[in-house]
């Protein structure tokens, strides 16, 4: 399966100096979301891609109850839908630890939303945006969720357990 990362997707077109990536630089620099239409747009074009059609993990979206709303339409125009939702359940003071030796490994590489007033940003919009699109999927019996406190590799233990069954239960 492929890994889109809307992240990465979004950094690749403000490095490339695109229309898309023009829009988005300042948003993202100051921790808030770029616009559910924008996002939808290039997650609608990017799954029309060859490499899409044996699965896609979504990585960082949907980041709205109107994107995974959205989310649900450009999948049915492509005969596809959802298989899982997995939520990785990090604290808060965790993230920021975490978020802050990323920033300290990657002198001058580092991301320009890695910066304590960015990052604040992003927490704050994630449970005021984020966080409903969680209870958006348990309502619709599709969420699981994993422990992402631990180790890496217990961490992709877990997710792995929980696709294995899921992918059973379904059988
Ligand atoms: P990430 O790499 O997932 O942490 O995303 C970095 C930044 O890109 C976010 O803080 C947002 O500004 C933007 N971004 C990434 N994915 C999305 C999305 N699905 N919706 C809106 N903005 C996004």
Do not use: W
Not at 68 to 82: I, P
Not at 104 to 132: C, F, I, M, S, W
Request: charged fraction near 30%.
């Amino acid at each position: 399966m492929v890994q889109l990362s809307t992240g990465d997707m979004l950094r690749a077109a403000v490095s490339a100096g695109t229309a898309v990536g023009r829009k988005a630089k300042d948003i993202m620099a100051r921790g808030e979301l770029v616009p559910d239409d924008v996002m939808i747009a290039i997650i609608r074009e990017r799954i029309t891609r060859p490499d899409c059609a044996e699965g896609i993990i979504f990585d960082g979206f949907p980041r709205t109850v109107a994107q995974a709303e959205a989310l649900d339409r450009v999948l049915a125009e492509r005969r596809m839908k959802l298989d899982a939702v997995v939520e990785v359940a990090v604290d808060d003071d965790i993230l920021i630890d975490r978020i802050m030796a990323r920033a300290a490994q990657q002198p001058g590489g580092q991301r320009e939303d890695d910066n304590a007033e960015a990052l604040k940003r992003r927490l704050d919009v994630y449970h005021a945006q984020t966080a409903p699109v969680i209870e958006h999927y348990r309502a619709r019996g599709m969420l699981q969720s994993v422990d992402g406190m631990a180790s890496i590799d217990e961490v992709a233990a877990e997710i792995e357990q929980v696709l294995k069954l899921h992918s059973a239960a379904r059988a």
